[in-house]
């Protein structure tokens, strides 16, 4: 099917209709946020699924149960699509949630809160890479086409959840203070307990480093791949076909040297570095 029949559009945001509609778009917009909230903030092929994973565990100081019996769509859902309204109602206190929206389209309700957010930064390389694969295998996205068309598409932001660069700047440039927290993907992978003792600290739960620990064991990504609660295997195939890419792929940093021509790389750079050269914010790793 075309984007156009995949698709709608939202504040200049391409969003799957099999995933959102405008009425979860509006749920989202009049929702209302409490103090203790935490909401974890993602590009798409970012991190969010393990934030999904992270946040449950950190929150009740360890308990597995809802990592084990839960979907991670249900257990952490996502603030802009349709099973928000039908889980909300049954999220334990703190709450956490995950949403892919840019900052200016964060519901009001939020600004209005104590709320605390976790904003997950990944590499663009890797994220455009792991986004080919993903949109491989969703059979609720368009075929992305040859790897160059789809860096040719993400370039120009008709992904979902449109440019990588403006993503990055609405969240880099709020005014939360310490309401936000920014980490890395690279991090996470390089460092897992100290990414989480950072997440801990964060939000004032003071883990012991045996939980942390154990955290890091259940959040790894061996861990989460043979998880039926956050792989994604319970997912029909006609939605999700991992016969043609897994879901949970590699969970590694720099797989896209595996994939860029010097050609196409030197392109992508420029235009992430241009979109970004009057930003007063830096990237924490260098893009070349």
């Excluded at 039908?86 to 206190?93: G, I, M, R």
Aim: hydrophobic letters at 40%.
């Amino acid at each position: 099917m075309s984007p156009g029949e995949l698709y709608l559009q939202n504040n200049g945001l391409l969003l799957p209709k099999e995933t959102h509609s405008f009425e979860s778009l509006k749920f989202a917009q009049e929702f209302t946020f409490k103090d203790n909230d935490v909401l974890a903030v993602t590009f798409p092929k970012s991190g969010t699924i393990w934030m999904q994973e992270i946040l449950p565990l950190v929150l009740n100081g360890g308990d597995l149960t809802p990592i084990e019996t839960i979907p991670n769509w249900d257990r952490v859902p996502w603030l802009e699509e349709k099973r928000l309204a039908l889980v909300v109602d049954q999220l334990p206190s703190p709450r956490a949630l995950v949403t892919h929206f840019p900052y200016h389209v964060m519901p009001p309700s939020f600004h209005n809160s104590k709320a605390k957010a976790i904003y997950v930064m990944r590499n663009p390389k890797d994220v455009v890479v792991s986004s080919y694969y993903f949109s491989q295998m969703a059979g609720f996205l368009p075929d992305p086409g040859t790897f160059e068309e789809f860096v040719n598409d993400f370039l120009e932001g008709k992904v979902m959840f449109g440019k990588w660069t403006d993503h990055v700047k609405s969240w880099a440039n709020t005014e939360l203070g310490d309401r936000i927290m920014f980490l890395t993907y690279e991090d996470m992978v390089k460092d897992l307990p100290a990414a989480l003792r950072r997440i801990s600290d964060f939000l004032g739960r003071n883990l012991s480093e045996e939980v942390i620990e154990k955290i890091a064991e259940h959040c790894s990504f061996k861990s989460m791949k043979a998880n039926k609660m956050s792989n994604f295997s319970l997912v029909p195939k006609v939605f999700m076909d991992s016969d043609r890419s897994p879901f949970l792929r590699k969970g590694v940093v720099g797989d896209w040297k595996n994939h860029f021509s010097p050609e196409l790389l030197a392109r992508f750079l420029s235009v992430i570095g241009k979109e970004l050269e009057t930003e007063s914010f830096s990237l924490p790793w260098s893009l070349d």
